[in-house]
């Protein structure tokens, strides 16, 4: 599970991000287009670093 995790949170920055832009051109408030893009970049993060070695690895 630990090498499927990062893969899986990248996959979801990858459809936050393609999810806020539809959400954008749609016409969608600030506040959620900004909400759904903080998240995507919050997992994009996580998964990135999360491949990082570290001390347990």
Known sequence: ????LPILLLILAGVLVGGAL?????????AVV???SALAM???VAGGLWLLPGEGS
């Open 1 to 4: 599970m630990g090498g499927l």
């Open 22 to 30: 539809s959400l954008h051109r749609q016409g969608a408030p600030r």
């Open 34 to 36: 900004l909400t759904t």
């Open 42 to 44: 919050l997992a994009a």
